[in-house]
């Protein structure tokens, strides 16, 4: 097997759980949150300056890398890690999300997705063999089999076909995986916001045997409550023994929250993206450091945060940067998210070791407020 | 005094000067390349990556600072330095070369220059008193004199009438400026490509005894040739104990030519903004590195580089960033070039420690050919 599971200690307040996963490229720890680096770059950011943040793994997109610059020169360049210069490890998705999400046009077969580059409107296909082939070729420690994303809302019946096909194609992703000993391949849970869907699709793909199981198609316009009903019917199905990854969450009250339920993995573009809008995550909730009253602030970002754009720079400079473009501008804001949400697990982690993540729970999301 | 210009050593080959300036801010050596943070900010570099490419002074803009933050709140913060987080030397500019090159609809009178901002378009006025008054606001450890900067080509009576009103210019600068003990006056010589007008410009700007004296008004698309012959009828003229400033030249023939002929200081925007437009400066020449036919090449943009972007990154995985606009790519285009030009510096200076500063010259040029 290509990674492995650590199951640590669980939390007696919340049952959250504690871990490791070892994979080729050394381990991280869980729960974790993965930034996403989309183009193979995790926007803004060096790989350097993602370890400074404590990055200890990071996502990429399938669907970008094979338009942009081809599945091929990543894997002549020594797969994502040789091209990027990353030694940690790398998770790729499958590119299902971006078709359905991006890609125009689509016409979506049991064979797999015709779709329309948003880039150039060029016609693309990907069936499961195509999402193997390209993830094997881009050689991260994790890659995701080729689902099937449906939006929200979206009914029973239709929920009920696309799981039934996911799974399919779950199936078919295991035969055509050809680098098992490097490469871990996850299934991903899909059935909507219907329990029953969920319940079916978890016991389906529980019979494929994958290394990890990955909670697909939340996150995506449902509510809150909705989302932590389907992973309370979902998670407990799951085996003890491999990683859980809840796909496209990364909301500080999701993250924690997730964790309660039983998940270990966790990636989210929000902390980079709100961060090029010039809003920043802090102690004491949102901040639009971008907004005219922080002209002349001449206080950190946040100042109960030791990263490096906190501890060197003002608000006022910052607000500066983003009005006039500049670069180092998105740098900084995106560097103190990044830091904000990895330094947010850090503490999830350690109130799992102290058996009190309920506690954290409240007094975080309380003096946040519904902020986020 | 605010600076003081110690003069090491000249070369014997050439003549030109090994030297150190030392401001508020700590000393920087000569022959010096500033790179230019027009904004408050060297575009995509943060003060420590400026510091690991070894700038010991960097040159912002006061036209552009004062549109945007305004320099109220430059001085409110501390100044350029605490604005930026910036502890070493800062020079910058009087507004004068971009209100004749980006505001739009001047109109030029004795009094000043009434402009509109390429920003919003509303109208602005700037004087040598409001030069002195924004300079002392931003606070640089050295500042300039409010000129007329003249296109090229411009007929001798307007260039002499030019260089007159600066003349005067320069002088009430000199009476307007309010902090002498930690900010040093310069002046700027001008005269476009005409001896006799160059001789008269400096010749009247020595009365006015100036720390330091720029020469401004070359680089705007006159031929090399006029540029050397303007320079080796002015800067004879000029004190052996004030430090002399090329203004607005970058590209490394001009910066080697300029130190032999006596200059210690230069400026330009050439290796950011041509980074930015995904072109390198290596030992081997200009390098296009944006062009598809690096889309394969794994090799470090410069081999002979020992910079963080040369020791990292291929050539492939930078052209994938620029090509996706991705900002790690400027960001690694812009600190390769900054430590090239640096680093030539640098190569400069030890040429004249060892009296070699032709040869230098020759073995440099002679390897790149006219690619600059």
Request: glycine letters at 10%.
């Amino acid at each position: 097997m290509a990674i492995r599971y650590e199951l640590i200690k669980k939390c007696k307040q919340t049952g959250a759980r504690l871990g490791r996963v070892h994979t080729p490229h050394g381990s991280f720890d869980t729960p974790a949150f993965m930034p996403v680096g989309t183009q193979a770059s995790v926007k803004g950011m060096s790989p350097d300056e993602l370890k400074k943040v404590d990055a200890q793994i990071i996502l990429s997109n399938t669907y970008h890398l094979m338009l942009r610059p081809g599945s091929d020169i990543v894997r002549e360049s020594g797969g994502l890690h040789g091209f990027m210069n990353w030694d940690r490890p790398v998770l790729t998705d499958s590119g299902g999300f971006q078709v359905f999400s991006l890609g125009g046009l689509r016409s979506i077969k049991e064979e797999g997705v015709t779709f329309k580059s948003h880039v150039d409107g060029s016609k693309h296909f990907i069936s499961p063999e195509v999402a193997m082939q390209i993830q094997n070729d881009l050689g991260a420690d994790i890659i995701m089999a080729f689902d099937e994303c449906i939006p929200y809302p979206c009914g029973h019946d239709y929920a009920k076909k696309s799981l039934e096909r996911t799974t399919r194609w779950a199936e078919r992703c295991k035969q055509a995986h050809k680098n098992t000993e490097k490469q871990a391949l996850f299934g991903i849970v899909q059935g909507g916001v219907y329990k029953d869907l969920r319940v079916q699709s978890a016991n389906e793909l529980l019979e494929l045997d994958f290394p990890g199981y990955a909670i697909g198609g939340l996150s995506v316009g449902e509510p809150a409550e909705d989302m932590y009903a389907m992973l309370e019917c979902t998670v407990p199905l799951l085996p003890e023994d491999r990683p859980r990854y809840l796909m496209g969450v990364g909301s500080p009250d999701y993250l924690i929250e997730g964790a309660i339920r039983g998940i270990d993995m966790f990636d989210c573009v929000l902390p980079t993206r709100i961060g090029r809008n010039g809003t920043v995550m802090t102690s004491r909730g949102r901040l639009i450091v971008r907004d005219a009253k922080y002209a002349r602030d001449f206080s950190p970002m946040d100042p109960e945060c030791g990263c490096y754009a906190c501890t060197n720079f003002t608000r006022a400079y910052i607000r500066h940067l983003l009005k006039v473009n500049e670069v180092l501008g998105i740098r900084l804001t995106t560097w103190h998210n990044l830091s904000f949400l990895l330094n947010l697990m850090k503490n999830v982690r350690k109130a799992i070791i102290e058996d009190r993540l309920g506690d954290f729970r409240n007094s975080f999301l309380g003096t946040m407020g519904k902020k986020w």
